[in-house]
């Protein structure tokens, strides 16, 4: 016998939950275009290569792949930006930079699932390529907290914790850590806050950090204030960027949401500046959003260096995190008509009355069960109607219907030429 079930890890959406996820999609769409973004698309299908040659291994250990019939590897996508960064390096003679472009993709990883965490999920992405200079993290932190606020969200119920890889990198330079360990180091020490300190200590010293490098790498992860950060450390250039854009946010006045985490690394290899992720003040949860600045990624693909900056905010955290709050918006199914009528004669009427009122804009379901009056009643109220049209013989012997009030429970007869412009009558002005 078939299973029923969706595939592990993956979800069906009945229309009450497709309400819910169009509510989010709209969320995004709206303050992306409300901030100058641009909309973008690619296929679902990518190239292997793609996302082995850069994204990092556990990401390419993550992959749905499969070898098509032409001999060729390929993946679902498990993230989008490094098909951004094709469709860029595929158009870059062309695009006027800077560019600032988003997208809804869905993507897929085969990984192991806790709560907030499946093997799909919807994910907004919005990005800001050829800018180099700290603004364009503004606009782009500016732009997720436009989402939050629009979601009910608030600086008391969410935080973005900022770091900054060079401030990282410069630590291990100080340690004198390998320049060639950097890229494994930042990736195991994104494991901080899932795993034990004693853990985390074997890790760094099994691909080669000594015991005395770990103690002092741990001694400077302790510290949670940039000034004090800046007068131990001999490279200070990330330091000084990061509160360059402090500044800037603080003027812009959304500094409030802001917090320096020393601890936040974002474990994809290709992030080389500012990173950053979204949660609640207490980190209850796993990361709403997350991103940072990525300048080198396209020029693992053979292009030249361009800078980039962008964030991933997936669709499954944040649901949780709203219902949490009881922050859920009432999105109940609505119509403006319902058209009833009694018996299987009237179905052409209801037709012909439902297409017109369509014409005008409006929202029209018919119900065709046939049933009685008090049972078709219910089901008018369960459909969300604003109005009944209702079909009575006597009425419409005089070309008129009974329309019902749903919410003030009043009802009264109408001409149908009244109701609406009939299609036949519409035609005739073409």
Known sequence: ?????PVKGTRDFFPDEMRLRNWLFDVWRRVSVQAGFEEYDTCVLEHEELYIRKAGDEISKQLYSFEDKGGRRLSLRPEMTPSLARLVLQYKKSLSFPIKWFSMPQCFRY???????RREHFQWNADIIGQPEMVAEAEILM???SACESMGLRANDIRIFINDRRILNAILSQLNVPHELHSAVLVIMDKRDKI?????GKMLEEIGMSTSQVEQLNEFLSKSDLQELKDNLKDTEGIEELQHLMQLMETAGYINYLEFDISIVRGLSYYTGAVFEVNSPGKQHRAICGGGRYDSLLSTYGGETVPAVGFGFGDVVVLD??????????LPRTLDYTIIPFDSEQVGIALKIAAGLRLQGSTVDCNFSMKKMKKSMQQANESGAKNAILLFPEELSEDKVVIRNMQLREQKPIKISD????????????
Not at 111 to 117: A, F, I, L, P, V
Not at 321 to 328: I, N, S
């Open 143 to 145: 732009l997720l907290i």
């Open 1 to 5: 016998m078939i299973d029923l079930q």
């Open 419 to 430: 109701l609406i412009f009939l299609r036949s009558k519409l035609l005739e002005y073409f």
């Open 111 to 117: 990984e192991r699932m806790t709560k907030g965490r």
């Open 321 to 330: 995190v709203l219902k949490e709050l009881e922050r859920f918006p009432e």
């Open 196 to 200: 034990s300190p004693k853990a985390l």
